[in-house]
């Protein structure tokens, strides 16, 4: 008896003090039925539509992205620096919004108004030097009528005077990329040298979708009222009840720019904004518009492959108190296709080869590679769902004597 034990623990020190590692690649191939169709527009090789207005709209300059991607889809003299009337404000509102979300301001914050705000032209909500809004009703006067009161009111509380906050707005519009902009005002009324493009439009109003995604609870508004409904709202983009999934965003109009829009809207997960700027008429633009939406809509998905937490396969561990690990989607993969290409996608997992104890929870396990026609279309991080411990030779010992005590009980 003593020599089958001597025996059982032997076995047992060998097989817990092992070394073999084990690792791999596997490369796997997704298909699905094709549905190829065919589209108006040739791509360039990054997917750009530029300077080709196949769509005949009626604009000065015109672009659409995808909205969480930032790809362009089409583009029509998308960096002519024109004069941006009112979408102006996209660059407030975001600068207001980020002001909000960094706890230096919040909805119920009243702000007054200067003798510079009440004296404001074009649209407004008639604001007097003796009475103060919320910062949650500002937002509702510059989202749904592009109150101009309301812009400056906000502006010159945030950064002090208008022109501190013009500022901030130029400096934004730098870190975002935007090299096509200079912003004179914040309210976007004719001021010599107040210029940006379709594209600088795109990218403010791609970060203030993105990240601040509780505007669209006001860009979205149709009919609302302030001052206890003495105040009547009626919002400026029509989109926004005409066009199903219209998130917003915002509408400007004056002598030299003619009529601008930057309309976004979202359908089956996939999420688009269209600029138009100089369109001749208030119509033409809601229309060029819709145009944008409708080829995007109609010739590109957002394809998801997975979410975010999803386990895609068990991996092996050594050197742990447990012999394998989760390895989880570290995002959600989901992609960019033109309709029809579905077929073409392919994805190719790699996990690391040499997977040891300890191991931490979200630690990086590997990726998935996914690609399009032999092009690549993103990469996602698996980690590990959960942690694993290395076996030490106290949890050793407690693995041996356990392993010994049901042995001796069969």
């Known amino acids: 008896m003593q020599k089958l034990r001597f025996i059982i623990i032997s076995l047992l020190i060998i097989i817990c003090s092992s070394t073999v590692c084990l690792g791999f690649s596997e490369n796997y191939t997704w298909t699905v039925l094709d549905n190829s169709i065919e589209t108006s527009a040739s791509l360039t090789e990054n997917g750009e539509v530029l300077d080709n207005n196949f769509l005949n709209l009626e604009a000065g300059s015109a672009i659409l992205i995808e909205q969480n991607s930032g790809k362009i889809l089409y583009g029509y003299n998308i960096h002519e620096k024109l004069y941006p009337a009112s979408v102006t404000k996209v660059m407030s509102l975001l600068l207001i919004m980020e002001a909000l979300d960094s706890g230096k301001i919040t909805l119920d914050t009243k702000i007054p108004c200067s003798d510079n705000a009440a004296s404001m032209g074009g649209s407004q909500i008639w604001l007097n030097t003796t009475e103060e809004l919320s910062v949650h009703e500002m937002l509702k006067a510059i989202a749904v009528v592009s109150a101009n009161d309301c812009v400056v009111a906000l502006a010159e509380y945030l950064g002090g005077t208008e022109e501190g906050f013009v500022q901030m707005m130029n400096a934004k519009a730098k870190e975002l990329g935007m090299n096509d902009t200079t912003f004179k005002n914040c309210h976007g009324l004719d001021e010599e040298g107040h210029l940006t ?111 975010k937490g999803e386990v895609v396969k068990p991996v092996v561990v050594t050197k742990g108190i447990s012999n394998e690990v989760n390895a989880v989607y570290e995002s959600s993969p989901s992609f960019l296709i033109k309709k029809g290409e579905e077929s073409k996608i392919t994805y190719e997992v790699n996990l690391n080869e040499n997977i040891q104890a300890p191991i931490s929870q979200g630690q990086l396990l590997g990726t998935v590679t996914y690609s399009l026609d032999g092009n690549k279309l993103g990469e996602v991080s698996l980690v590990a769902e959960s942690s694993v411990n290395k076996i030490d030779l106290i949890t050793m010992a407690k693995h041996i004597f356990n392993s010994w005590f049901n042995l001796l009980r069969i």
């Open 197 to 307: 493009s379709s594209n600088d439009i795109a990218l403010m109003a791609r970060e203030l979708l993105v990240n601040h995604p509780k505007i669209t609870e006001y860009s979205t508004i149709w009919i609302d009222s302030l001052r206890d409904g003495k105040s009547q709202l009626a919002n400026t983009n029509k989109l926004v009840r005409n066009y199903s999934g219209c998130t917003g965003l915002k509408t400007g109009s004056t002598s030299l720019a003619l009529f601008n829009l930057a309309a976004s809207a979202t359908r089956d997960g996939l999420s688009l904004i269209a600029v138009v700027m100089k369109a001749p008429t208030s119509a033409l633009r809601f229309s060029n518009a819709t145009s944008l939406l409708d080829y995007g809509f109609s010739n590109y998905s957002y394809k998801s492959f997975g979410n």
